[in-house]
T-cell receptor, first 116, second 110 residues
């Protein structure tokens, strides 16, 4: 199994500012995924981060709003830029198991973001 | 479009059995996952099905029919701690991104 450390665990931010969320994995993984979970809703994929290339964003999410870095095979960051109250959500990073591609996806503990 | 449908809420008594259904229509299929999520926590893995049939793991079992685009999660001998949201998720590629259903809130009553 993979252990994912995500930080910060929570933050309260002023609108118009930016927050960078870090995700550290204890093993090398090809793909890392960033999800958003708005209050009372399920998870929505923001983007897929592959080391050495630009992230691939899902429909409705853009790089200017959610820039992602993936400098190596164990680390990624997601920045929520120019925040508004609508960005208040839980943000989760996720990886797939290393030994077999189609094994469970592991999740970090999430970052609970409140924008005021 | 892509759809993953599951009931919004189910209520059952302690010790009983509950079956949570999930139907999906996606462009491609490379496996179906069930996750449990307690309020304020990250999802935790319960099961993975890629071939038709039943996968049993303790009190939890998951079934898949690819031809019908259908899965269910069976929770037996319900305990109060099983009160949580249960998420059905489908992966359509080999890299692992997941599409989630809206989740089913299971309430276990004494």
């Amino acid at each position: 199994s993979a252990v994912i450390s995500q930080k910060p665990s929570r933050d309260i931010c002023q609108r118009g500012t930016s927050l960078t969320i870090q995700c550290q994995v204890d093993s090398q993984v090809t793909m890392m995924f960033w999800y958003r979970q708005q209050p009372g809703q399920s998870l929505t994929l923001i983007a897929t981060a592959n080391q050495g290339s630009e992230a691939t964003y899902e429909s409705g999410f853009v790089i200017d709003k959610f820039p992602i870095s993936r400098p190596n095979l164990t680390f990624s960051t997601l920045t929520v830029s120019n925040m508004s109250p609508e960005d208040s959500s839980i943000y989760l990073c996720s990886v797939r198991g290393r030994l077999r591609e189609n094994t469970e996806a592991f999740f970090g503990q999430g970052t609970r973001l409140t924008v005021v | 479009g892509q759809n993953i449908d599951q009931p919004t809420e189910m209520t059952a008594t302690e010790g009983a059995i509950v079956q949570i259904n999930c139907t999906y229509q996606t462009s491609g299929f490379n496996g179906l996952f069930w996750y449990q999520q307690h309020a304020g926590e990250a999802p935790t893995f319960l099961s993975y099905n890629v071939l038709d049939g039943l996968e049993e793991k303790g009190r939890f079992s998951s079934f898949l029919s690819r031809s019908k685009g259908y899965s269910y999660l069976l929770l037996k001998e319900l305990q109060m701690k099983d009160s949580a949201s249960y998420l059905c998720a489908v992966t359509t590629d080999s890299w692992g991104k997941l599409q989630f259903g809206a989740g089913t809130q299971v309430v276990v009553t004494p």
